[in-house]
């Protein structure tokens, strides 16, 4: 799209060349054909270096720019309706089952379902009204997929889970799986056992709730593996057997959930951070990144950090640790120097 | 199922309402509709505040219910028991191939082998008695798969790879993918080079490992990438190539063990520790959630935890170590003011 | 293969049984059937306890071995060589289209293209001269695959992904997905509320990049989430929206890098290493395993350790504060005793 057209469209005025416009980009990441925006005079230097091929600036903006310019009141808006322009557009997945996807007996659609090709759904499962179950997925028996769920490709879906409306699952998403569940021990003889424990229980997931790629949520041993209204799940995430998210709450990349755990209301887990099984942490508690929580967060703490998990506070005193040494090392070398004398 | 029909089947008597019964569950996670149980008056609090319709409660229980009662001997047992019962019916994986399964020239299956619907099995593969090879499975060239060994949708075997009997693999397990491989360095000329390393190797799963979801194991450089019998691993755990695991171990959610590395019998190695490639890990030896194992562990320790990796009691002193320092500081302030004395 | 052909093979001679040879490993791993092989004198006890059936020795070898000898020039270079011979060959994927593969309208596939069953690749994508589509592959639309690309099977590339030459895709990876990203709050009514914000831009892959199995990708949230030439990912990694790897980096297994950062030239990120959104880190740093990294690394530090990221020192300091608080004790008691006197 040529810059001028955009320049229209977004309601700016185009100072510069008339350049072909592709796509959208921050200042620091963008190139040729690249539109840009910089609202703030103290980005200025990030706007003198920029690779794009034009930029959006405000009314006001006096420092000129190494590329073409259009003028607009908001430019970060402006460039988010331009981002829009851009984005490839979003697939149409029209109502309709693909004559490659294998529907089990009993399978029921609700009204303008979307089943994907090569999409696999087994017998007993109900899919609500405005699903897209996209390709390549495989919905196992007895399963109920709520209004308006979005299931993205290469999704698998155990028996028996529950989800609720108005969901989003990312490729690669795995529900119901049966999770680590061993007795194991010695026998009388000395020979060693290990046996694997029934996982009798299923997945259940509330409405609104986004899961990211390749993220494995296991089936409960009984009962139910729960998953509240509106938490929202990064990529990469593991939610073990029985593990009970209240709601409102945030997983991000890579973090974990070992098993019977409880999480409260409008919680957020940091990437790469553990949580021991058989815990609670309690509602709106932020675990930090890469922390490791070994006991129930009962709220007295807002934020923790470290493994064990623990203050900020804490933390920077064993960061500090060996600062705090070295000082008192120099005032016991200064003590005994005083001694001698 | 009513309550009076669950009693009747559990051995036990009802008390208070003949209420519908649709599942199990604990009693902190129990609501309308649900069963659950309690052995021992030290969790009287929990019953009194439970959600669920009907508990299960021993003779001798004086407490009461905010629910119906159902008496048994063991409600543990009589509430497994009745898991089974609500439980989702296992899908049936009768024998046979489904019509749209791929199957190469040369792959032979054995008796009573079921291959689901979309599944691929290349050329030369070989399939064991009463094996289960679910939907859209990919088993790559000339693979091996032992007898009733269970693959759930959506795994992926590379060529070559080899599995024993009695396995289960869930859904989006990789074996046999390359693995990270590199030679690297700067030419005379001084630009940089990266080249792969062929990875010429197999994966050889011994009898009854399980794995679990998304988890990858990578193919040998040379010869193989080992998990021996009765070893389990959990879900998005990562193996590199040419890791032996000798046998009769676990491994938690999200560790992952470096190329090379040798772990030993009846090892448990907890959630999202990291183990450095080219070391050995002894028998028996535990390491703990989140550690990371930088060289090898002789067995002298048996239980390690912390980056690196240390004992319990190492790591509590690095922990107390601010304490420490404030005591220090405290007694150094004392002999000061003794001293000016 | 009969030990006397190999040794013919590599231009060796062969010592002891004629024994029949299957496949190459190390020498600890090595069992019946196997060859190994050993240069240096110094791991003569690994030669002795081998359970090889063959080992490739130097000709001045004198230590023996307890199997049939191959006495070749390099041992290290002859056993790459019968690596190769034994490793499973690889799989075939000549020019076609399997008639079960779905190509939508405007799919242009070049020269020699190879696409596998049930694979899917959706309207307006462009797949290079020479790549290897595998089986059970989602590509969505309007996407472009360079030439020679090899992607595995049950990898999903989400709609306008752009991938450039000679790159490997390893099985269940996902690139494109929506990633993490809300705007939350509580509204003026005291509810809360959480929206999805729209992930508008693409993943734009350059050229020889490998991604290992199950590694996930976001796609941007404006722009383009950017991985630069020659990078290599390993397995099980997660990539955020509108991370930027300029190129010829490696990224270790089960590491993490979080939304908009930017990763210099030739960085090495090692294994289950977290890094922060919006920073940077500059050109040839390594970030050590598990490190946490919440600020820009500006290249003072050429490797960091621990969480927060600081140098092999700093953490060496951490470490061994209880050793140095206990000398300090020690220093103070004695202290004391004098001030006694």
């Known amino acids: 799209m040529k810059a001028s057209e955009l320049a229209a469209f977004l309601g700016g005025t185009l100072e510069g060349e008339n350049t072909e416009i592709y796509a959208c980009a921050g200042l620091e990441e963008a190139r040729k054909g690249d539109l840009s925006f910089c609202k703030d005079p103290k980005h200025v230097k990030l706007v003198e270096t920029t690779g794009a091929s034009a930029v959006l600036l405000p009314p006001d903006w006096t420092h000129g720019a190494p590329c073409a310019i259009i003028r607009v009141e908001d430019p970060n808006r402006a460039c988010m309706k331009a981002a829009e322009l851009f984005a490839p557009p979003e697939p149409v997945r029209a109502p309709g089952v693909h004559p490659t996807a294998i529907l089990g007996p009993g399978v029921t659609l609700g009204e303008n379902v979307h089943v994907g090709a090569y999409t696999i ?39 028996g889970t529950v989800v609720g409306a108005d969901c989003i699952f990312h490729c690669g998403v795995r529900l119901g799986g049966d999770g680590y569940g061993f007795n194991n021990g010695r026998r009388e003889d000395g020979s060693v056992y290990i046996e694997k424990i029934p996982q009798l229980g299923i997945v259940e997931i509330g409405d609104g709730v986004e899961i990211g790629s390749n993220t494995t949520i296991d089936r409960a041993r009984i009962g139910r593996t729960y998953i509240g209204p509106m938490t929202k799940i990064d990529n990469l995430v593991q939610i073990g057997h029985n593990v009970k998210v209240k709601g409102y709450s945030g997983l991000i990349a890579q973090s974990g959930v070992a098993g019977s755990t409880e999480i409260g209301y409008g919680c957020l887990i940091w990437a790469q ?16 990144p890469q922390a490791g929580v070994p006991q129930t967060l009962d709220g007295s703490l807002k934020y923790v950090i470290g493994a064990p998990a623990m203050s900020m506070k804490d933390m920077a005193a064993i960061t500090l640790a060996p600062k705090m040494i070295a000082k008192l090392k120099a005032e016991i070398k200064d003590i005994k120097a005083k001694m001698k004398v």
Chains 1, 2, 3 share one sequence.
């Open 121 to 159: 759904i087994e017998k007993g499962t109900a899919i609500g009204d405005g699903a897209v179950i996209e390709a390549q997925v495989f919905i196992g028996e007895n399963c109920r997929v709520g209004a308006r769920t979005h299931i993205y490709p290469q999704v698998t879906l155990r028996e």
């Open 273 to 288: 951070a553990g949580i021991s099984g058989h815990i609670k942490i309690a509602d709106g508690v932020q675990v930090g």
